[in-house]
């Protein structure tokens, strides 16, 4: 029925990294009491997405802007031959509505209603309406035992004989400071974050995830000096000696190489939205031109390791 009110949004990871860059971390990462690791946590400022829901004879599009409600897209049909679709702004108001009875159909601007040719004409009262912006409530979505990697070079690209959708990142050991590389959950959405931190001839691995409704279940961080020494028994079951936030010595645990391959693999249960702000993860992508050129960049430091 008529245009569609909202364009599907594809999402830079550009926009995923400045949410990142600007977020605020609530919690220091680290051990707990019991020796366990745990993530910082940071508020996720948002980013522009969709949500699509049914109730009864609505259906809701809803277009969020850094966790926001910016603006709220209503389908009634009853049945009756009539049809409606209600466009609301952040604060409620109606700004575009169609309205369709026996095959014809007009259109209302936010003050007069129009017929097909531009005409001024009488229209159905909307007050009606109201309530479904004031009484939407959006449902999560549930994603529970997700795994958890990185955004990187995918493990099957570089060996076809591995059977995971898990990536690697290659890691320039021998200059000091601390970088950060998106996280993956389930292969569908930007969850999270890891920083890298090489200082005094040792690497530490944190990482970093959004507060909400999202919970660590099982971790594994691990480092590789050649893409050979990935099993798929070790994907399947990955174990490792090394430990989020614990130093690694770069001489010693890693054979004193320029360049080492850094596997994740955890496991997480979340929700969509995150949280009270609506808080929606990025999408992710593998066609997405900027994630295309971080590979390429990565992929280009894995060849200078001599393993292909």
Not at 130 to 139: A, D, H, R, S
Not at 161 to 174: A, C, I, K, R, Y
Not at 248 to 253: E, F, G, K, R
Request: net charge negative.
């Amino acid at each position: 029925m008529g245009k569609r009110f909202f364009a599907h949004m594809i999402l830079a990871l550009t926009l995923a990294l400045a949410v990142c860059l600007t977020a605020a971390c609530e919690e220091a990462g680290g051990a707990d009491a019991g020796g366990e690791y745990v993530p910082q946590r940071y508020w996720m400022q948002g980013a522009n997405d969709k949500l699509e829901q049914e109730d009864g004879n609505a259906e809701y599009e809803a277009l969020y802007d850094r966790g926001t409600l910016n603006r709220l897209e209503v389908e009634l049909e009853d049945g009756s031959g009539e049809e409606y679709e209600v466009l609301y702004d952040t604060a409620g108001e109606i700004i575009y509505a169609e309205y369709e009875n026996a095959g014809s159909q007009i259109s209302y601007d936010g003050s007069v209603w129009r017929d097909e040719s531009g005409n001024v004409t009488n229209g159905p009262d909307l007050s009606f309406a109201k309530p479904y912006f004031t009484n939407y409530k959006p449902e999560p979505a549930l994603y529970p035992h997700n795994t958890m990697g990185l955004a990187g070079l995918p493990l099957r690209e570089l060996n076809p004989g591995l059977n995971t959708w898990l990536h690697v990142v290659p890691v320039d050991l021998t200059e000091e400071g601390v970088r950060r590389y998106p996280m993956l959950a389930g292969n569908m959405f930007y969850l999270g974050w890891c920083d890298v931190t090489v200082q005094d001839g040792k690497v530490t691995v944190d990482y970093l995830i959004p507060q909400g409704n999202i919970t660590p279940e099982e971790q594994c961080v691990a480092w590789f000096t050649d893409v050979s020494g990935i099993t798929q028994d070790f994907v399947d079951r990955p174990q490792s000696e090394y430990r989020f936030g614990e130093p690694a010595d770069i001489a010693t645990a890693l054979q004193g190489q320029d360049t080492a391959l850094l596997f994740i693999r955890n496991r997480v249960s979340f929700e969509i939205p995150l949280g009270r702000t609506i808080a929606i993860p990025v999408r992710f992508y593998v066609s997405n031109e900027l994630y295309q050129e971080m590979k390429q960049e990565m992929l280009e430091l894995y060849q200078r390791m001599g393993s292909v």
